[in-house]
C-alpha cells in the first residue's frame, strides 16, 4: 500500500475513534483524564514555555516541548505509558559576541508500568532515559543518561479534585568527555475542575542539579493558571495557561515563566 495512503487511513482511524470517545466522555471527564500522567490514552501536548529575564543580558528563553504520550496494554491488569519529551530551545545570548543559539534539544523518554484497573488511587514506576540528541553544544550534554521515575496522584469519580506528583532522577552514563550530570525533577499538581471542563491548575516543575554548588543547586517556581477543554471538529483538546515565578533560582536563570499547552487528546 501506497505510503501516503497508509498514514492517511491511519489518521482518519484515530480520528474515529477520537470522535466516539467524545460521545461518551464529558468536558469534565476529558479533564480528568489529561491531568493524569498514566492516562490510558494517546495524546500529544505541546508545551511552549517563555522564560523570562534569563541568562547575564536578562533575555527571554524559549523552550517547546511536544510530548506524546502513548499506552501500550500488556495484558488485562497492566499498561505500559510511554512519555517522550522532545525539546525545541532558543537560548539568548551568553556574551556581547554570541547571538541567539536555536535548535533541538536532548530527548526524554520515560516509561512507566501502571495498573490497568486503578481505583481512586493511581500510581505509576518505571525508568526515564535521556538520549543526546541536541543540535547544538550548547543545547545539551553528549552523554546519555537514566534513571528512575515514579508518578502517584489522586482521581475520584465525583470529585471535582486531580492532585498528585511526578518524579525522576537522571544519572549520566559518563560514557564520553562531556560534563557529568546528575538531575532531579518534582511536579507536584493540583488541579480544581467545572462541569464545563474549565478547571483551575498549578503544576509547579522543580528541579535541582545536585552537582551544583549552594544556591545554584534548585530552581523552585511557585504559581497555577487555568485551562479548558474544547473541540477542534470533534477531537478534544485540553488548553491551559499559566504563569509561575521562581522563589529560588540558580544564578542567571529566569525569574518568570509563562506556560502555555495544547494538548491533542486521543481517548480509547
Known amino acids: ?7 492517511a487511513l491511519a489518521f482518519i482511524a484515530i480520528m474515529t475513534a477520537a470522535s466516539a470517545a467524545r460521545a461518551e466522555l464529558s468536558s469534565e471527564e476529558l479533564a480528568k483524564i489529561a491531568q493524569n500522567p498514566v492516562g490510558n490514552l494517546i495524546s500529544v501536548p505541546f508545551q511552549e514555555n517563555l522564560n523570562l529575564n534569563a541568562g547575564p543580558y536578562e ?9 506524546p504520550v502513548i499506552p501500550i496494554d500488556v495484558n488485562e491488569d497492566w499498561n505500559i505509558i510511554t512519555r517522550t519529551i522532545l525539546p525545541i530551545v532558543s537560548l539568548p545570548p551568553l556574551s556581547p559576541y554570541q547571538g541567539r543559539t536555536s535548535g533541538i534539544g536532548d530527548l526524554q523518554v520515560t516509561a512507566f508500568l501502571s495498573p490497568a484497573k486503578p481505583g481512586a488511587w493511581i500510581w505509576g514506576v518505571g525508568a526515564i532515559t535521556q ?5 547544538n553544544q550548547l543545547l545539551g550534554n553528549d552523554n546519555t543518561g537514566f534513571g528512575p521515575s515514579f508518578v502517584v496522584l489522586h482521581l475520584e469519580k465525583g470529585s471535582p479534585w486531580v492532585y498528585g506528583a511526578l518524579a525522576n532522577n537522571v544519572w549520566s552514563s559518563n560514557n564520553s568527555t ?10 507536584p499538581f493540583l488541579n480544581y475542575n467545572f462541569h464545563s471542563g474549565a478547571y483551575l491548575t498549578s503544576s509547579p516543575i522543580i528541579t535541582v542539579n545536585w552537582l551544583a554548588k549552594g544556591s545554584q543547586q534548585w530552581t523552585v517556581p511557585m504559581g497555577g493558571g487555568v485551562g479548558k477543554i474544547f473541540h477542534l471538529g470533534k477531537l478534544p483538546v485540553n488548553s491551559q495557561l499559566a504563569g509561575y515565578y521562581n522563589v529560588a533560582r540558580p544564578d542567571f536563570a529566569p525569574n518568570w515563566q ?9 481517548p480509547k
Open 1 to 7: 500500500m501506497n505510503t501516503r495512503v497508509f498514514r
Open 59 to 67: 533575555k527571554n528563553q524559549n523552550l517547546l516541548n511536544i510530548q
Open 258 to 266: 509563562i506556560r502555555l499547552q495544547v494538548q491533542l487528546m486521543f
Open 178 to 187: 562531556a560534563t557529568a550530570y546528575n538531575n532531579g525533577l518534582l511536579q
Open 131 to 135: 538520549l543526546p540528541t541536541h543540535s
